[in-house]
């Protein structure tokens, strides 16, 4: 009996292929703030939720005016980049061909790469993913049901 066996794979796990993922079109939230530094690289403002046992006890010591707080993150160089073509209209594919072209990478490392990126920023809440004009979705959209990257 071996200690590190791999898990069975679900036969229906009901995610997305990779094709299907990078089909898709990144959008930043309406509540993150990006601001370009003079070194010129960006740094997103995002939204920190409270949990609300916390937020309890920080209003009752007077931690805690109850306003929303707000986390800084900088982005390096090709972070920056990778931001500034997040605009609801190239897909991700797009996204990673782009940064391939710019920065010298195989296609597949670029991909896997803004993918990584992508599901980085979706977990904070700083983009949401929706799919083209005109292509039929099943079920409930990307950003409503978890982050398909």
Known sequence: MSLFKKKPVPLESGGLTRRQAMALSPVASRDVRAAETPSGVVQLSLPVAVRPALAGLARRFGLWDGKVLRKTVELDAMGSAVWRLIDGKRSAGEIA??????????????????????????????????????????????AAGGNPF
Request: aromatic share 4%; no cysteine.
């Open 97 to 142: 061909a782009d940064l391939a072209r710019r920065y010298n990478l195989d296609a597949r490392e670029a991909e896997m790469a803004v993918a990584e990126f992508l599901r980085l920023l979706g977990r904070r809440g700083a983009i949401a993913v929706v799919g083209r004009e005109g292509e039929e979705e099943g079920g409930m959209p990307p």
